[in-house]
């Protein structure tokens, strides 16, 4: 997902001369286009992220459209205050791109999961908090992310991310997309982990129960309507993310139901409120912490069966 | 009026506004705003081009305070220039004021907000590259304190301006000595300063913070040198105009009391301005 990205904005800068890439010395192998093709208008900072955001805040101040680039937490919990103070309360056309939301980088240790990153950003006022689950999304996300005029925050991808959805979609920012309907309960997921949400939904179709599954890929605004309409129409909601269960994606349908009322079952499966210190592939430690489809499908159903 | 006296007669009546605002609302950092008044007068008495009908002119130079603390210091300079009314000087930190403690973009003249430290100079050089990308005129003045100095993500937008040569950007620091615990000696040593920034690759000029023709012929000089963006330490003295708090840590802190104001404008020579 992160080269299609970068050949996707690569693609809108040739026809946008407002589009400025400004880096912390991270991004082999990927971002060389977009430096080699547009020279004057990309900066790598050094490793600097606080500088990286201020200079990129400066650049967007005057007119155009900065984007940062990093990998997991580096372009935002070390320099949060620049993206609260000078990003976000100044309303400037800052795209915040982190490249391996949740564990893709898991093997690697602690310091590379970003498992906080959507509660953290989607606290901030005014910042727009996308993740896309495949490429349909994610090439759909850059061109919104443009054309958006405000803070923006894309959690994207690594890479051989599983197609979704199997034709083209209507991508709207704070417009959940429905993959497949169902009448028994919700499963609602963001980001790549949806496809294990969709697996699961499979998986519980062969069981008797019928599953829809949204693809929420904008955490904030959240499309309020698809969760009420969710808790309506069906007898239970799950919410899916990489990404702890606190403040999520989880934390912002909670907030929704709980102030509709109705008392829906609900469950949110994300990862516990503990640092990931197993060591192990990507998919391997997903599995260990309860994103098998299997297991997924295993928890809704006993909400549903009021067995939770 | 000789212009450097018109600088003096401007740097008073920013006094005299830094201690009426943070008087009435008992705030602080008046010291702060004080030991800055001499280069804002210099920056809006000449240096700067900017025009009060139009506070958004693309044209305009840029300036960033960075210590925005001393939002007092440089409101006083913006009403006296024009872009804002007076009566929203009584407003300063009150309910459904004008204007906020630290300064903020949402007041005409005011070009970006701060408060936290260390956040100017990232923005000033991200300003300054737009203008040498796209071959704009506008210039970057960048003001700091002492403080500001230790923040890390100001010494990264050092390195960054230098690399990138932005002969176009001025970083002022109102090097009054003391920051928010005590003296800057005792608690990171900023010396030798100049040597410091010069090695990182500006062009640095020490000089009196107070002394309205060296700011003048010092900031008309840049930049120092073509393809080096430009270093000012400004030698300034904590609270300076009001002796009674000079060179104190409180000023930091506390305001001048009300029964002590008639007397500190007189002090300022402003009591025309000011009456109590």
Redesign the interface.
């Known amino acids: 997902m992160r080269s299609l990205f970068n050949k996707v904005l690569l693609d809108i800068a040739e026809k946008n001369d407002r589009i400025y890439m400004?880096l912390a010395d991270i991004g082999y192998g990927e971002i060389e286009g977009f430096a080699e093709r547009f020279p004057?208008?990309f900066?790598n900072?050094?490793v600097?992220e606080?500088?990286m955001?201020?200079?990129?805040?400066?650049?967007?101040?005057?007119g155009?459209i900065?984007v940062t680039y990093s990998i997991a937490n580096f372009p935002t919990l070390r320099c949060l205050?620049?993206i609260r103070?000078?990003v976000c309360?100044?309303k400037a056309n800052v795209k915040i791109v982190i490249i391996g939301g949740g564990l893709a980088y898991g093997a690697l240790g602690v310091s590379h999961q970003a498992t906080e990153d959507l509660a953290i950003m989607r606290a901030l006022p005014d910042m727009v908090v996308l993740a896309p689950a495949d490429f349909a999304e994610a090439e759909a996300a850059v061109h919104a992310m443009i054309a958006h005029d405000g803070p923006v925050y894309y959690r994207c991808g690594y890479k051989k991310e599983p197609a979704l959805h199997g034709g083209p979609i209507d991508f709207r920012i704070g417009r959940a997309i429905q993959v497949r309907d169902g009448s028994d309960l919700t499963l609602i997921g963001t980001g790549t982990i949806t496809y294990r949400a969709f697996e699961a939904a499979g998986i519980l179709e062969s069981q008797g129960v019928k599953a829809r599954v949204l693809s929420m890929h904008t955490v904030k605004p959240l499309d309020r309507e698809a969760v009420l309409a969710a808790a309506r129409e069906t007898r239970a909601v799950v919410t899916v993310e990489e990404h702890n269960v606190l403040g999520g994606l989880g934390g912002a349908v909670a907030e929704v139901l709980a102030e509709a009322g109705g008392g829906v079952p609900f469950l949110r499966v994300g990862l516990p409120d503990s640092y990931i210190h197993l060591v192990g592939s990507h998919n391997w430690l997903l599995d260990h912490y309860g994103f098998a489809p299997q297991a997924i499908a295993a928890s809704a159903r006993r909400l549903l069966e009021g067995r939770q | 009026m000789k212009a450097s006296d018109q600088y003096r007669r401007l740097a008073q009546r920013i006094r005299g506004y830094a201690v009426k605002m943070t008087n009435c609302r008992s705030s602080g950092h008046v010291g702060s705003s004080l030991s800055m008044a001499d280069i804002v007068a210099v920056l809006y008495g000449r240096i700067l081009r900017v025009d009060p009908a139009n506070p958004r002119w693309p044209e305009r130079d840029r300036f960033i305070l960075s210590k925005g603390h001393a939002a007092a210091g440089l409101y006083g300079a913006l009403v006296e220039k024009g872009f804002f009314p007076k009566e929203w000087i009584d407003t300063y930190y009150g309910d459904d004021g004008r204007l906020c403690g630290h300064i903020s973009?949402h007041v005409p003249g005011a070009e970006?907000?701060?408060?936290?430290l260390?956040?100017g100079?990232?923005?000033?050089?991200?300003?300054?590259?737009?203008?040498k990308?796209?071959k704009r005129n506008y210039r970057i003045f960048c003001l700091m304190s002492d403080g500001d100095c230790n923040e890390?993500?100001t010494w990264?937008?050092i390195?960054?301006a230098a690399?990138?040569r932005f002969d176009n950007l001025t970083a002022i620091v109102d090097a009054n000595r003391i920051q928010a615990l005590g003296k800057v000696s005792d608690i990171i040593d900023m010396e030798p300063f100049a040597r410091k920034v010069e090695a990182f690759g500006w062009a640095a000029r020490e000089i009196d913070g107070h002394d309205v023709e060296q700011i003048e012929k010092t900031l008309l000089a840049v930049p120092f040198r073509k393809g080096r963006p430009s270093f000012v330490i400004a030698r300034t003295v904590k609270g300076k105009g009001v002796k009674s708090i000079e060179n104190t840590v409180g000023s930091h802190y506390r305001c001048i009391p009300d029964e002590k104001l008639k007397e500190v404008y007189e002090e300022l020579g402003v009591s025309d301005a000011f009456p109590v």
């Open positions: 400004v004057d208008r900066f900072v050094g600097a606080q500088n955001t201020g200079v990129a805040c400066g650049v967007a101040m005057e155009n900065a205050e620049q103070n000078d309360y100044h | 973009h970006f907000s701060t408060g936290s260390g956040h100079l990232p923005v000033a050089a991200g300003m300054a590259l737009v203008a990308r796209q890390g993500s990264e937008a390195m960054f690399q990138h």
